[in-house]
């Protein structure tokens, strides 16, 4: 997989991808990731890359011309499955979505900053737009990093024990039951007996009863 970021503060998205699992992943060149400056993009000597928006109010927009120099240059170079347009207005980020997203080949994350990008961006060149929650963050760097950590620790080779990413939370649109590592007994508090019965398939029912019991309680809408 490769990825190409495009955005205005990169010194703002780069740490996440220089430690553990995503810079092991990188480093075993399951995944590239490339950052692009919007500001090498621009015009002029002030290098200016947004403007304020037509019809007035507050906040600045992220001019088309950068970013349309930037994704067509991109593009000459390769064939992308998406352009994603990192945006609280986009469709919420679940693992369905994450699934799906790390089975492509070559993706554009761009991260909308400000009040956003000039329409004529999303019309002309974003094919999907994704937010991360409902709540504001103040540019789509942040929410482009969750998005990559969430992908690329789905790509084949990237976790250790290739199995856990299928017992995660959320996989089966169920959460993952309680775990206990030493000691036994803590404090009084003991691990539950089955777990040190070395009785797997018991082990798995009582896995099952409890990610089913925690999602009642606590995510009884993953259910529905
Ligand atoms: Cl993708 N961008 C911004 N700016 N805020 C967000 C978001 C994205 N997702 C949730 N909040």
Request: hydrophobic share 20%; aromatic share 12%; glycine share 12%.
């Given at each position: 997989m490769r990825i190409d970021i495009i955005t205005v503060l990169p010194e703002l998205l780069k740490s996440p991808f220089e430690a553990s699992i995503l810079k092991r992943a990188i480093e075993k060149g399951l995944v590239e990731i490339h950052f692009h400056n919007l500001r090498d993009y621009?015009?002029?000597?002030?290098?200016?890359?947004d403007d304020y928006q037509f019809g007035g109010g507050a906040g600045m927009v992220l001019m088309v011309e950068p970013i349309d120099k930037c994704i067509t240059q991109l593009k000459k170079e390769r064939d992308y499955d998406e352009v994603i347009y990192m945006t609280p207005d986009g469709d919420t980020l679940n693992q369905a979505a994450a699934n799906e997203i790390s089975l492509k080949k070559n993706l554009i994350i761009l991260c909308g900053h400000?009040?956003?990008?000039?329409?004529r961006v999303r019309d002309l060149f974003v094919t999907r737009e994704i937010s991360i929650g409902d709540y504001v963050l103040s540019g789509g760097e942040l929410a482009a990093a969750v998005l990559c950590d969430s992908i690329i620790r789905l790509l084949?080779?990237?976790?250790?024990?290739?199995t856990s990413a299928l017992t995660d939370?959320?996989?089966?649109n169920l959460l993952a039951p309680p775990v206990y590592t030493r000691p036994s007994n803590y404090k009084g508090m003991e691990v539950p007996e089955i777990l040190l019965s070395g009785d797997f398939p018991k082990i798995e029912q009582w896995r099952e009863e409890q990610a089913l019991e925690r999602t009642t309680k606590k995510r009884p809408d993953l259910l529905r």
């Open positions: 621009s015009k002029g000597n002030y290098k200016q890359v400000y009040k956003g990008v000039d329409q084949p080779g990237v976790l250790n024990d290739e939370t959320f996989q089966d």
